[in-house]
């Protein structure tokens, strides 16, 4: 079965950088199986239900959600069973618990438990 770790989130004031990162374990298939899969990075704020917010296919293709386009970089390092999430110039409004996943995965699916990332002055 696939773990799914979260890390890098923080507190950070408006303007300024994080890098998450999610380290995919669990046995050699799960992660061979993650390996090939196409990533994504979703996020949910207080209230609100989780969302999209950036996905790299196998073969390279990035998109992400209007609100953080020229912000926010996905990529990720299959040798190390890892996804980035390169986040600049934040805003208060990317206040939220961030997560990776397939970007295949269903509510219904396995998730993390998530990083918190709080943007404030």
């Known amino acids: 079965q696939v773990q799914l770790v979260e890390s890098g989130g923080g507190l950070v004031q408006p303007g300024g950088s994080l890098r998450l990162s999610c380290a995919v374990s669990?046995?050699?298939?799960?992660?061979?199986?993650?390996?090939?899969?196409?990533m994504g990075w979703y996020r949910q704020a207080p209230g609100k239900q989780r969302e999209f917010v950036a996905g790299?296919?196998?073969?390279?293709?990035?998109s992400y959600v209007d609100s953080v386009k020229d912000r926010f970089i996905i990529s990720r390092d299959n040798a190390k069973n890892t996804v980035y999430l390169q986040m600049n110039s934040l805003k208060p409004e990317d206040t939220a618990v961030y997560y990776c996943?397939?970007?295949?995965?269903?509510?219904?699916?396995?998730w993390g438990q998530g990083t918190q990332v709080t943007v404030s002055s």
């Open positions: 996943n397939q970007l295949t995965a269903t509510t219904d699916d396995y």
């Open positions: 790299l296919t196998r073969a390279g293709s990035t």
């Open positions: 669990g046995s050699i298939f799960s992660q061979i199986r993650f390996s090939w899969s196409g």
